[in-house]
């Protein structure tokens, strides 16, 4: 039967229930799993020629990281198809190497169901997943942590209200032409582009919306007005 849903998640979701439920629904998982001791030990068993070059979400060969497959990993109580995929990579400089980390490096595993052959595939799709938490962040900088209200509903509103300032706050990254803006975090957003001094001037029956010519970002706001008729979203 054909699978059209993947679900990505950390450690939090690796029980054996939760992927027996993914399982059951015909969901693809790719979930990671917590490291212990056995799998600690397991690791280590790993022949040094089974590892491959890791690639960035770009493509691009990952620098200091490998992957490979390890079926001794998988858990006993784990659904049937479930494969063990492990990325090995050399800590950057100043993180902290965990109790189970050896040889100088921090190793990672993910349990799978997916049949394609390709891991280094496999797993730079699940490394992707850290954009969830990006998004989380930026959620809370729009306020999803501050819920003003002691009214259930009050706050529903309020949550909605933060989904959609951080949609359009999505779509402005994507109109405006500047590498450092197009992944900027609210914060920054609000104090190059949204704290713009303007003044709403009506004339001849026309309402116009007049900006500071002499704020360094104006530019780029202006331009991203002009593109927005002709833009059109990419579809997910």
Request: glycine residues 4%; proline residues 7%; hydrophobic residues 40%.
């Given at each position: 039967m054909l699978r059209v849903l993947?679900?990505?998640?950390?450690?939090?979701?690796?029980?054996?229930?939760?992927?027996?439920?993914?399982?059951?629904?015909?969901?693809?998982?790719?979930?990671?799993?917590?490291?212990?001791?056995?799998?600690c030990d397991g690791i280590r068993d790993i022949d040094e020629k089974a590892w491959q070059?890791?690639?960035?979400?770009?493509?691009?060969?990952?620098?200091?990281?490998?992957?490979?497959?390890?079926?001794?990993?998988?858990?006993?109580?784990?659904?049937?198809?479930?494969?063990?995929?492990?990325?090995?990579?050399?800590?950057?400089?100043?993180?902290?190497?965990?109790?189970?980390?050896?040889?100088g490096l921090r190793h990672q595993v993910t349990l799978t169901n997916d049949t394609d052959d390709d891991i280094v595939a496999l797993e730079r799709f699940h490394r992707q997943h850290a954009q969830v938490e990006n998004r989380i962040k930026q959620l809370?900088?729009?306020?999803?942590?501050?819920?003003?209200?002691?009214?259930?509903?009050?706050?529903?509103?309020?949550?909605?209200?933060?989904?959609?300032?951080?949609?359009?706050?999505?779509?402005?990254?994507?109109?405006?032409?500047?590498?450092?803006?197009?992944?900027?975090?609210?914060?920054?957003?609000?104090?190059t582009l949204l704290h713009i001094a303007a003044k709403i001037v009506r004339h001849a029956r026309q309402v116009s919306l007049r900006l500071d010519q002499h704020w360094p970002w104006t530019p780029l706001i202006v331009a991203a007005h002009r593109r927005l008729p002709g833009w059109q979203p990419t579809p997910a």
């Amino acid at each position: 039967m054909l699978r059209v849903l993947k679900v990505r998640a950390d450690t939090a979701a690796g029980g054996p229930s939760m992927l027996a439920e993914l399982a059951a629904r015909n969901l693809v998982f790719n979930i990671r799993m917590r490291v212990t001791d056995a799998a600690c030990d397991g690791i280590r068993d790993i022949d040094e020629k089974a590892w491959q070059p890791a690639r960035n979400t770009d493509g691009s060969i990952r620098q200091g990281a490998q992957v490979c497959e390890a079926p001794a990993l998988v858990p006993a109580k784990a659904p049937p198809g479930t494969r063990a995929i492990v990325r090995r990579e050399r800590p950057h400089p100043g993180a902290k190497l965990r109790l189970w980390d050896h040889n100088g490096l921090r190793h990672q595993v993910t349990l799978t169901n997916d049949t394609d052959d390709d891991i280094v595939a496999l797993e730079r799709f699940h490394r992707q997943h850290a954009q969830v938490e990006n998004r989380i962040k930026q959620l809370k900088d729009c306020g999803l942590t501050r819920m003003p209200f002691k009214d259930l509903s009050a706050n529903r509103v309020w949550f909605e209200q933060v989904l959609v300032a951080s949609l359009l706050l999505a779509g402005l990254r994507v109109l405006i032409d500047d590498p450092e803006l197009s992944v900027a975090e609210p914060r920054r957003l609000r104090y190059t582009l949204l704290h713009i001094a303007a003044k709403i001037v009506r004339h001849a029956r026309q309402v116009s919306l007049r900006l500071d010519q002499h704020w360094p970002w104006t530019p780029l706001i202006v331009a991203a007005h002009r593109r927005l008729p002709g833009w059109q979203p990419t579809p997910a």
